[in-house]
């Protein structure tokens, strides 16, 4: 596997499943915000699925997908659920279990 080639699904650390709805502003916002999210923290460590439920509906109801977007956190360890566009970075990262960079309210003057 060359350098600059993404892990595949058997090396990625992460595993993420992102259920969207087309091309809605939601969807669209979901996708552009983890990608930035994995591009800043997970560089090279990470799998991402982007699945379109119009597309394929019985596997987002395999997945038990009740609202869209919905991330699923597959790997590591335990599965973990985010709804909606990922905009709350802070949430987003807490729930990754991803380390948060502090904010600039947390700076010593």
């Known amino acids: 596997m060359g350098a600059d080639q993404p892990p595949?699904?058997?090396e990625a650390?992460?595993?993420f499943q992102l259920f969207i709805t087309g091309a809605t502003p939601n969807s669209t916002r979901a996708v552009r915000n983890l990608k930035s999210i994995c591009?800043?923290?997970?560089?090279?460590?990470?799998e991402l699925q982007?699945?379109?439920?119009?597309?394929?509906p019985l596997l987002a109801k395999q997945e038990q997908i009740i609202a869209a977007?919905?991330?699923?956190?597959?790997r590591p360890?335990?599965?973990?659920?985010?709804i909606g566009?990922?905009?709350?970075?802070?949430?987003?990262l807490t729930v990754l279990g991803l380390p948060n960079p502090p904010s600039t309210n947390d700076v010593d003057a």
């Not at 982007?50 to 597309?55: A, G, K, R």
């Not at 360890?77 to 985010?82: A, C």
């Open 50 to 56: 982007i699945i379109d439920i119009y597309q394929q």
């Open 69 to 74: 977007p919905t991330l699923v956190r597959k």
């Open 8 to 10: 595949t699904l058997a």
């Open 77 to 82: 360890l335990p599965v973990r659920r985010l």
């Open 85 to 92: 566009d990922l905009s709350e970075r802070a949430g987003v």
């Open 39 to 46: 591009e800043q923290y997970l560089a090279g460590r990470y």
């Open 13 to 15: 650390e992460y595993v």
